[in-house]
């Protein structure tokens, strides 16, 4: 499963690829504005950050305007991918721009009937939303399962993007369900790291380590 941060803050970003293992961003007209950037200087920031798939989100909402809009933000850099909302509109747009070879993102994905659409269209990716799901009471997860299961059903290569994560848990789980990528906030993906019994493990080991060895350096 491929790792994405969900963000567009720059620091955030740095941080997280030093680590090695994210392999995509993703952007939406919230994450841009809290930046406070012209989107396509932003995203060629990002571009230069993290080398993989960069989505960015048109903000029209005609069909006519999404592909003049999509056509130009594909043009920023070789890896965006350009993200486009689930509506008629958005459909509209995807199956003509998957066409032209423009990787599309379809987003704000939240049944498995609106997933069909998307992977219909030719979509490069489908984000499901588990976490606005898991707010209204829903089980997020349930549709992970069910569009990767009908996905493989049919042969669908649209690869399933477990979006809207709030937790260490929704990344396991999207794991399970078999998403092909897990899209988080920086702050999730730093919290995979913590356990207890890790910090504690490792703190004996240098104290048994320190006790032998720093005491008497010659046995080192
Ligand atoms: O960027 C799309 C999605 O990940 C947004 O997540 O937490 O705003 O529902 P959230």
Redesign the pocket.
């Given at each position: 499963m491929k790792f994405f941060l969900?963000t567009a803050n720059l620091g955030e970003l740095k941080k997280a690829v030093s680590w090695g293992i994210v392999d995509g961003v993703?952007t939406?007209p919230s994450?841009i504005a809290k930046e406070g950037r012209p989107i396509t200087e932003h995203i060629k920031a990002i571009c230069d950050i993290v080398d993989g798939d960069i989505s960015a989100e048109v903000v029209s909402t005609e069909a006519d305007e999404m592909l003049k809009e999509s056509r130009e933000l594909s043009r920023i850099h070789k890896n965006v991918v350009v993200k486009l909302p689930l509506t008629r509109d958005g459909i509209t747009a995807c199956s003509k721009l998957s066409k032209e070879g423009i990787r599309i993102n379809v987003?704000l994905c939240f049944s498995p009937g609106q997933a069909l659409l998307a992977a219909k269209a030719g979509a490069y990716i489908v984000?499901p939303?588990v976490?606005?799901l898991d707010d209204i009471s829903a089980i997020g997860m349930d549709l992970i399962r069910s569009i990767t299961s009908i996905y493989k059903t049919h042969g669908f290569t649209t690869q399933v993007l477990a979006?809207?994560l709030?937790s260490p848990l929704h990344v396991v789980d999207a794991a399970s369900a078999g998403a092909h990528i897990a899209?988080m906030p920086f702050k999730v993906l730093d919290m995979l790291f913590n356990h207890p019994l890790t910090d504690k493990g490792l703190e004996q080991f240098l104290k048994d380590w320190n006790r032998v060895f720093e005491e008497t350096p010659a046995v080192r």
């Amino acid at each position: 499963m491929k790792f994405f941060l969900d963000t567009a803050n720059l620091g955030e970003l740095k941080k997280a690829v030093s680590w090695g293992i994210v392999d995509g961003v993703t952007t939406n007209p919230s994450l841009i504005a809290k930046e406070g950037r012209p989107i396509t200087e932003h995203i060629k920031a990002i571009c230069d950050i993290v080398d993989g798939d960069i989505s960015a989100e048109v903000v029209s909402t005609e069909a006519d305007e999404m592909l003049k809009e999509s056509r130009e933000l594909s043009r920023i850099h070789k890896n965006v991918v350009v993200k486009l909302p689930l509506t008629r509109d958005g459909i509209t747009a995807c199956s003509k721009l998957s066409k032209e070879g423009i990787r599309i993102n379809v987003t704000l994905c939240f049944s498995p009937g609106q997933a069909l659409l998307a992977a219909k269209a030719g979509a490069y990716i489908v984000s499901p939303f588990v976490g606005r799901l898991d707010d209204i009471s829903a089980i997020g997860m349930d549709l992970i399962r069910s569009i990767t299961s009908i996905y493989k059903t049919h042969g669908f290569t649209t690869q399933v993007l477990a979006a809207s994560l709030r937790s260490p848990l929704h990344v396991v789980d999207a794991a399970s369900a078999g998403a092909h990528i897990a899209t988080m906030p920086f702050k999730v993906l730093d919290m995979l790291f913590n356990h207890p019994l890790t910090d504690k493990g490792l703190e004996q080991f240098l104290k048994d380590w320190n006790r032998v060895f720093e005491e008497t350096p010659a046995v080192r």
